[in-house]
């Protein structure tokens, strides 16, 4: 017989990147009990992660719970990226509904479509929470009404358009129903989802169904599956069986080996947990995303979202560079494949592939952020490796080739329009609209492949001003050629370590990506040259000795300008397609594929010959 929780609401909060939501959180979790009242805690306390501290945005969905008024809160704190939509899509299975904030100035943003068409089309409650409105620049009345011309364009139903409304500071951690009169804590939003989120509803009685939305990892019990009891009761040690999501293969039973549900920040032990209840369990030696635990008896699989496919590849390699296995810990390609299977195994968005040769592997993700944060996180745990440029992944459409589209909104100073439309239209992207006075908000849809290293042009051409944010629209009929970069590289060709009066002279070509003291080799990429097509410069050579002495102007005037050691992101939107990038966890370099400049040039000329 189906019964209805009262003590039980499953939320998840969603929203565009940097509009809030893990602030947000922190003050529930304040406010809700969990912290001491004089207990000292760090900002955004939600993301754990180095990476996530470090770039202030949330790479992977986290569970935690709050009580009020008896009743426990149990809250997926979600990623606002687009390119880590994939942890919003498994998770919003977990849960009744969604508290969709929205930037107070901003409005709703291409990810705020994202993420609510996938609420929506789970037939899920929304809380509409416009966030930050303590903002001297706030416009909440225009934001509400911008929402609800979202809902509409998303074929939302009529309840779906009765959506509450609150406004809300995540900093000031404070709500209210009328952003008129400023609230004073987070009780309104707390009322809100008691009385608009559905209390689960099922048979506590009837045979187990655990769907996993997450894994998690733990050295000492193995895997560990996170997700939403459906229908029946678990037990902590109970035998269970593991239904393998996408096939008809059933687990041998397992003794579970643990039980816990979320207080606060806390997985806390527990004996018994029954249907709408978000736990995690131990105890199967093999546990995937989508997989379904059932009782022993009963092998009754339950469905599960279908994840967005990736849109960009690249191809991970063992590094065999001359500088090769000094810096990392794990050099091989066993390492570099058992690492990557192990991270296809949590993240749904993300596919590996073996490819002809033992020491390369195809990668496909979300975007260019998606796959950089996995390399970064790999370069941190040790492994040493190299990489290609992106590459994004057509499809044939009735017969037509076709490549991702994505909706870019460009925030930008007015007076830096005209070039932002310029370069994106040269990179075959579409104006869709265009307004505001002072800051213009312009709104395209560009092939993929044509934001591929645009993003550090965009920040120059805005003067750090202008704020880019994209998510896959759909796919459209190839748009033909996008020109390549105009510029060219600086490529060493002796190994040494490069000197301030070889650097200073190797400049008037064009920017340095290195400093005095690199140690560099044979074919590694030193710089951009000013032009088009490769230059080999000697950044290693000494000045030579004389019987005279220098003057101190003289050796004042051999000043270095201009170094700009890339980022990750960076090093992978500048390489060209016949270059890589070297990962090892103390440095990132640039190559060219073929070192030896002589047989790079025999090449190049076979390939105008072809």
Request: hydrophobic share 35%; aromatic share 6%; charged share 30%.
């Amino acid at each position: 017989m189906k019964i209805q929780r009262d003590d039980v609401r499953n939320i998840a909060i969603i929203a565009h990147v940097d509009h809030g939501k893990t602030t947000l959180v922190d003050q529930m979790l304040r406010q809700g009990g969990v912290f001491r009242q004089n207990q000292q805690v760090a900002e955004r306390v939600m993301d754990s992660n180095d990476l996530e501290r470090e770039r202030g945005i949330t790479i992977l969905s986290k569970n935690t719970a709050v009580h009020y008024n008896g009743v426990r809160i149990n809250i997926v704190d979600t990623p606002g990226h687009a390119d880590f939509s994939g942890e919003v899509e498994r998770v919003l299975k977990m849960v009744s509904g969604v508290l969709l904030l929205v930037d107070s100035f901003e409005g709703p943003m291409p990810q705020t479509r994202f993420v609510l068409k996938k609420a929506l089309e789970l037939n899920l409650k929304v809380i509409i929470v416009v966030n930050k409105t303590d903002r001297p620049d706030a416009r909440p009345a225009e934001v509400v009404d911008e929402t609800l011309e979202l809902l509409l364009e998303l074929d939302a139903t009529d309840e779906q358009l009765d959506s509450p409304v609150l406004f809300a500071s995540g900093r000031t951690g404070t709500a209210t129903t009328d952003y008129t009169k400023p609230g004073t804590d987070l009780r309104p939003l707390f009322d809100a989802i008691l009385r608009h989120i559905p209390a689960p509803e099922g048979d506590p009685d009837a045979p187990l169904q655990l769907l996993i939305s997450t894994i998690d990892y733990n050295d000492y019990v193995g895997r560990i599956g996170i997700g939403r009891i459906e229908r029946g009761t678990i037990r902590a040690g109970q035998m269970a069986i593991r239904c393998a999501y996408g096939s008809s293969f059933v687990s041998p039973a397992a003794r579970l080996g643990g039980l816990y549900e979320f207080d606060g920040l806390k997985r806390v032990n527990c004996e018994i947990a029954k249907v709408g209840d978000i736990v995690a369990v131990s105890g199967f030696d093999e546990l995937f995303i989508g997989d379904t635990i059932c009782e022993v008896a009963m092998a009754d699989p339950l469905p599960f979202v279908k994840i967005d496919e990736p849109t960009i590849s690249m191809t991970f390699c063992v590094n065999d560079s001359p500088f090769a296995g000094t810096e990392g810990q794990f050099v091989t390609s066993r390492h570099l494949r058992a690492r990557l299977m192990k991270e296809a195994q949590t993240d749904v968005s993300l596919r590996v592939e073996d490819t002809e040769t033992t020491d390369a592997f195809r990668v496909y993700g979300r975007g260019e952020l998606h796959l950089s944060i996995l390399i970064e996180t790999m370069r941190r745990q040790g492994y040493e490796f190299q990489v290609t440029k992106p590459v994004v992944l057509f499809k044939e459409i009735d017969g037509q080739k076709c490549e991702p589209v994505e909706k870019v909104v460009c925030d930008v100073p007015t007076e830096a329009s005209g070039v932002v439309i310029e370069k994106l239209g040269r990179r075959r992207g579409t104006l869709v609209s265009m307004h505001g006075q002072d800051r213009m908000r312009l709104e395209f849809l560009v092939p993929s492949r044509g934001l591929f290293g645009y993003r550090s042009e965009f920040l120059t051409d805005t003067r750090g001003e202008g704020v880019m944010s994209s998510v896959l629209e759909d796919y459209e009929p190839y748009k033909g050629d996008i020109p390549s970069r105009a510029s060219g590289s600086l490529v060493a060709f002796e190994a040494g370590e490069a000197t301030s009066y070889a650097l200073f002279y190797a400049q008037e070509r064009g920017d340095l990506f290195i400093e005095p003291g690199t140690k560099v080799y044979n074919g590694m990429i030193v710089g951009r040259n000013s032009r088009p097509g490769d230059i080999d410069v000697n950044v290693c050579k000494k000045k030579h000795m004389t019987n005279s002495r220098n003057s101190a102007a003289a050796e004042e005037a051999l000043k270095i300008t201009g170094v700009r050691v890339p980022t990750l992101e960076e090093a992978l939107e500048f390489i060209a397609e016949d270059e890589l990038v070297e990962i090892t966890p103390k440095s990132i370099r640039m190559r060219k594929r073929v070192l030896n400049t002589e047989l790079r040039k025999k090449a190049e000329s076979r390939k105008k010959l072809q």
